[in-house]
């Protein structure tokens, strides 16, 4: 668990950044699934980054020390209820959560309309997330203009809302230690799921059983949820980028792609891997297989401090358009391939993102208007494909494969760390671990 210190001082930093004015972060609300039914609550990243707290129907609000640099932090939460804690659970109540979390004060959420225009009042600022919520948007306003009609009084409104999220999104970039001890569980995990699924996968299994043997294996080592629906891809589905049906037949002499990770103390790990549901691979099959392994190694080469975002996946163009070449794919010099981008035929994604508590975390990619350089503690997969989809100037025996490999990895002062790496990817790897399932 990440120390409630460790939040404070993501509080601090932010209140200096602004310098002043007042910030208002809430978390996300609670969905109906259907009728009476609530999807599992996941809280708002940005909030939690802030305050650790998970509870529904919260708002963090920073006022920011113009002068002397101090900073009042406030959280406003649910009251103690002791007749829906029955039903829905333990609530820490104001006074618990602020001194379990460290925040200088804390009231009910129900007195937030009254105590909001107070704090914004005399305020040059307003620091929030607009646009992202049209509820939270108008009730924003509201306090404003509420301010606005005191103004007689000696009360005047903030004169700008600014986006809170340009300086979170750089904050949340570069991980803590402590945040990369949380990612480097949440990758053991599902590296360790995803070498069950290779034991346990079969010729005439169904795509959900095995996403089952996933979940299981998720919330057996205590992860809290996938970080994301997965991937579970057999055949021909592999080359749909987001299938998410996991219905179908595995079939004899199919590759199975899963893209698949789970979610930790809210943060995410996300895996791709790709292996023959017979446990052996194909001529073909191995072929664009170890193309794209190339591919991904020529871009893990290239996350180093210094490199710019988009190295690693200008290396793994270079690799795939010159296999495309050579098996007939594409056509032309690789020059020509990668300025035509005629390989986006068979590999049309992006070679990686960044990761944290959103599998596509908060960051910039271009700063001025140039790929921003990599630095110690940023987070990102690498994850490299290809998409072969039948058509009468592709080889036959190519058609139908889908194969992606991704692994996360953290930038640091040497070079790399991959923290997803005790997942099986090598040809040999992952056929001897399949053909020892069957000697079991």
């Known amino acids: 668990m990440t120390p409630v210190k460790s939040f404070a001082d993501r509080r601090h930093s932010l209140a200096w950044q602004m310098q002043e004015g007042v910030a208002i972060i809430p978390t996300a609300p609670e969905r109906l699934r259907n009728r009476d039914a609530h999807y ?49 659970g333990y609530r820490y109540g104001p006074e618990a959560a602020r001194e379990a979390f460290g925040f200088d004060e804390a009231y009910s959420i129900s007195a937030l309309d009254e105590q909001l ?29 509420e301010v606005r009609q005191q103004v ?18 750089e904050m949340r970039l570069f991980k803590s230690p402590e945040e990369l001890q949380v990612m480097r569980q949440a990758a053991r995990i599902s590296a360790g799921a995803h070498q069950h699924v290779m034991r346990k996968t079969r010729v005439g299994m169904r795509e959900y059983e095995v996403e089952a043997e996933l979940l299981r294996e998720f919330r057996r080592h205590g992860a809290q949820a996938p970080a994301y629906t997965p991937i579970v891809a057999g055949g021909a589905n592999a080359c749909v980028l987001h299938y998410v049906e996991n219905k179908d037949r595995l079939n004899e002499g199919e590759l199975l792609l899963i893209d698949a990770g789970c979610e930790l103390d809210g943060y995410a790990s996300d895996i791709t891997r790709t292996f023959p549901v017979n446990g052996k691979f194909s001529a073909a099959q191995k072929d664009l297989y170890e193309l794209v392994l190339y591919a991904q190694a020529a871009a893990i080469a290239e996350v180093r401090p210094g490199n710019s975002w988009d190295a690693p996946h200008n290396a793994a163009i270079a690799v795939l358009s010159q296999g495309f070449i050579e098996y007939g794919l594409c056509r032309g010099s690789l020059e020509e391939v990668v300025e035509t981008e005629g390989y986006k035929r068979f590999y049309m994604h992006r070679t990686g993102h960044w990761l944290g508590l959103d599998v596509h975390d908060a960051g910039e990619y271009k700063q001025n208007g140039r790929w921003r350089a990599l630095l110690p503690g940023m987070t990102l997969t690498v994850e490299p494909g290809c998409y072969i989809r039948p058509a009468d100037d592709v080889p036959a025996h190519f058609h139908n494969i889908g194969i992606r490999i991704e692994d996360d990895v953290t930038v640091t002062e040497e070079g790399c760390e991959v923290l997803t790496s005790a997942a099986p990817k090598m040809v040999d790897e992952i056929e001897e671990l399949m053909r020892r399932r069957k000697s079991k």
Do not use: M
């Open 40 to 88: 599992p609550y996941r809280f708002d990243s940005y909030f939690y980054y802030l305050t650790g707290f998970t509870e529904p129907e919260a708002v963090l609000v920073i006022v920011a020390g113009p002068v002397d640099g101090v900073s009042k932090h406030i959280l406003f939460c649910r009251e103690k209820n002791a007749e829906r804690e029955i039903w829905d």
């Open 117 to 145: 225009p107070k704090l914004i009042a005399g305020q040059p600022a307003i620091y929030y997330s607009l646009g992202h919520d049209a509820a939270w948007d108008r009730r924003v306003v509201g306090w404003i203009n």
């Open 152 to 169: 007689r009084s000696g009360l005047t409104p903030p004169e700008d809302i600014r986006d809170i999220r340009r300086l979170l999104d």
